[in-house]
Structures are given as structure tokens and as C-alpha cells.
């Protein structure tokens, strides 16, 4: 069964910095395209980043763009996402997706900013 589980959410204040991890089981992550996506409430899901499953192949949505970074740890079957700079309207639950030729969410972790 498969599985993706994020954690590293929370509460920061404005500006600071939090690192998100998704890690698989019962999955190969390496084998996946991987995505963060958040969802803010009353608002629809949005593509935050994305990385391809050879690792090299990186984008983000245009609110993100030189304050978060997706990484990804094969090793350890995780995928990371660095998150910078962090401002009021980041404030969502971040959400994890593997997609190859099916789609796997995880439960989705609550990021909090607030001063």
C-alpha cells in the first residue's frame, strides 16, 4: 500500500523558514514525478513546485519563485521542500503528490504564518 506522509509544518512568523518532507513507502519516489501543492481555505489547490523524476528538471509557481526550493533525497525516499522568506499569504496546507501514470496524494501538512 502506498503511502506519502509530509510533516515539518507549523507556526512562523513572517520571514522566517520551515522545511517540509514527504517521505514514501510501499513507493519508489525516484520513480515519480513529485510535486508540493497548497491549498489556503475558500481557495483552490495550486501548484507550488515541481520536480521531474531524474531530479534535474525543477519549477514553481510564479508566488514562490526564489523564496522556496524542491529537492529530492532518493536514498532516503524523500522529497523536500525549502520554503524561505515565508509571508502571511504562504499560510495553507501544503500538500504531497507522486505522479507517474496514477497520482498519490498525502494528508497534507498546515503551514501557519503568522506574527
Known amino acids: 500500500q502506498v503511502h506519502l506522509v509530509e510533516s515539518g509544518g507549523g507556526l512562523v512568523q513572517p520571514g522566517g523558514s520551515l522545511r517540509l518532507s514527504c517521505a514514501g513507502s510501499?513507493?519508489?519516489?525516484?520513480?515519480?514525478?513529485m510535486s508540493w501543492y497548497r491549498q489556503a481555505p475558500g481557495k483552490e489547490r495550486e501548484l507550488v513546485a515541481h520536480?521531474?523524476?531524474?531530479?534535474?528538471?525543477?519549477n514553481y509557481g510564479d508566488s514562490v519563485k526564489g523564496r522556496f526550493t524542491i529537492s529530492r533525497d532518493n536514498a532516503k525516499n524523500t522529497v523536500f521542500l525549502q520554503m524561505n522568506s515565508l509571508k502571511l499569504e504562504d499560510t495553507a496546507v501544503y500538500f504531497c503528490?507522486?505522479?507517474?501514470?496514477?497520482?498519490?496524494w498525502g494528508q497534507g501538512t498546515q503551514v501557519t504564518v503568522s506574527s
Open positions: 503528490n507522486a505522479a507517474r501514470w496514477v497520482a498519490y
Open positions: 510501499g513507493i519508489t519516489l525516484s520513480s515519480y514525478a
Open positions: 520536480i521531474g523524476s531524474g531530479g534535474g528538471n525543477t
